[in-house]
T-cell receptor, first 112, second 115 residues
Framework: DTGVSQDPRHKITKRGQNVTFRCDPISEHNRLYWYRQTLGQGPEFLTYFQNEAQLEKSRLLSDRFSAERPKGSFSTLEIQRTEQGDSAMYLC??????????FGPGTRLTVT | AQKVTQAQTEISVVEKEDVTLDCVYETRDTTYYLFWYKQPPSGELVFLIRRNSFDEQNEISGRYSWNFQKSTSSFNFTITASQVVDSAVYFCALSEYTNAGKSTFGDGTTLTVKP
């Protein structure tokens, strides 16, 4: 299967802990996006990579959030000092031709 | 700023009925792309279609069809002869050429198809 994969699929953490999520995009895609989705809402853009360069970050991404894409392959999204408001589904998308995006299954984060 | 509005929060139909999902968008760019995604109960967003702002030709794919009208800034999605497997949340999204593919999504329409 050459689709987008995300790990872990579910994460439960206590408030104040750090968490890290991983996304493996489709191998031939050089664009990678992170989105956050809460119940009843559409995905909200967080950040975007072209190869290893992070080209844009949303104002939603506070300084507790950081994303990397070393070597332009997989990407990681880290949230430090988690808060209950961070509970959401975190989606990764791989960028195909002409801005088509192919989404992974997501990582559901629950902060208790 | 770009914005996508899906005014229909929930739609319920009986199998074999036709159903249209509405999408209205706002953008200042002259070059942009519109998308529809399906999110079934399993949760994974599935890409359905992309349209370019310079191509208003309507498209049909099996039971699915899309009507793009720049004059009304709308990109509506019709499912003909709906089936229970069509039950899902459907999202419309917009990407501006100057924004490098960053998509703005609507809040989705939950479609329930009853047998």
């Amino acid at each position: 299967d050459t689709g987008v994969s995300q790990d872990p699929r579910h994460k439960i953490t206590k408030r104040g802990q750090n968490v890290t999520f991983r996304c493996d995009p489709i191998s031939e895609h050089n664009r990678l996006y992170w989105y956050r989705q809460t119940l009843g809402q559409g995905p909200e853009f967080l950040t975007y990579f072209q190869n290893e360069a992070q080209l844009e970050k949303s104002r939603l991404l506070s300084d507790r959030f950081s994303a990397e894409r070393p070597k332009g392959s997989f990407s990681t999204l880290e949230i430090q000092r988690t808060e209950q408001g961070d509970s959401a589904m975190y989606l990764c998308a791989s960028g195909g031709k002409v801005y088509e995006q192919y989404f992974g299954p997501g990582t559901r984060l629950t902060v208790t | 700023a770009q914005k996508v509005t899906q005014a229909q929060t929930e739609i319920s139909v009986v199998e074999k009925e036709d159903v249209t999902l509405d999408c209205v968008y706002e953008t200042r760019d002259t070059t942009y792309y519109l998308f529809w995604y399906k999110q079934p109960p399993s949760g994974e967003l599935v890409f359905l279609i992309r349209r370019n702002s310079f191509d208003e030709q309507n498209e049909i794919s099996g039971r699915y069809s899309w009507n793009f009208q720049k004059s009304t800034s709308s990109f509506n999605f019709t499912i003909t002869a709906s089936q229970v497997v069509d039950s899902a949340v459907y999202f419309c999204a917009l990407s501006e050429y100057t924004n490098a593919g960053k998509s703005t999504f609507g809040d989705g329409t939950t479609l329930t198809v009853k047998p």
